[in-house]
């Protein structure tokens, strides 16, 4: 690994919740690269994805079967129309790190699979969970202040009750969430008040990242088995750990079928990445979530956003 941070290139892969309607649309026009990849996308996937993305309805876009999938075409058009014109040079990629879903991302542009590939992937991930959402029920409340991992553990144990409520996502020390059975993410609203912090429930189909998305992982696991994995060519983190995934396509497979129903640790994968690999750090479309979290985590690294095209 170079120290020179000019040659270090670290991506920061958007998740779901951060697409809306219009993404991805200004890439499009500016980029043929970028019109190719989303081409591939509406013909691989059978729908036509570009138009969701940029014209919506925003209720159809928002299901977890098509955000999945517009999310990771949209961040591979970006990142293939920054390269079209010279402002990225994937030969220096040091390492990769996505939100959820965007793990997927991650490990597509670190050469573990094909685009292609992903697209097949991230669309079964997303009709899977889609899917075990609808069956199962649940909800999810994003908890803000000062939210130690006890604190939150704290939090679940009081509004649990007999229902199921985990942690779902660390996302910076001052924004977790949390995830389960709807009474339980109702009562977590209400415990959450009480501790001194902001609870926000979120318009999401299902309790992901809980064991109420078993069914779903299971699918997903003989999904993975059916598509060839290379070891990536730079470290790319994994949600589940906390750190690099092992170089083992077995073992990466493994830990993408836990992080459906584990918790996702991005405030470590953050730290683990700013501790060890100086550098430049993009978050391509769509978005600027990622952005807005390294500000929470680690106000001196900077993090350059391509929600849009800018000359």
Known sequence: MTTDESHNLVLLCPGQGAQHVGMGKSWHTASAAARDAYAIANDRMGLPLSTLCFEGPEEQLN???????AIYATSVACCRALVEAGRLDLAGLTAAAGLSLGEYTALHLA???????????????GRFMQEAAEQAG???????GDVSEAKVNELCAAARGDGLLEPANFNSPMQVVVTGTAEACERAVAEAERMGLRPTPLAVAGAFHSPLMQPAADRMAEALDAVDFAEPAVPVLSNVTGEPHESDPAAIKQRLVEQIV?????????????ANVPGRYIEPAPGK?????MRRI????????FAEFAT
């Open 111 to 125: 050469g573990v699979f094909s685009y292609e590939d992903g697209l097949k992937l991230v669309q079964q991930r």
């Open 262 to 274: 584990q918790p996702v640790r991005w405030e470590q994968n953050v730290r683990w990445l700013v």
């Open 289 to 293: 979530v990622l952005t807005g979290l």
């Open 63 to 69: 299901k977890t079967d098509v955000a999945q999938a």
């Open 138 to 144: 649940g909800s999810m409340v994003a908890v803000t």
């Open 298 to 305: 680690d106000k001196k690294t900077k993090v350059e956003n």
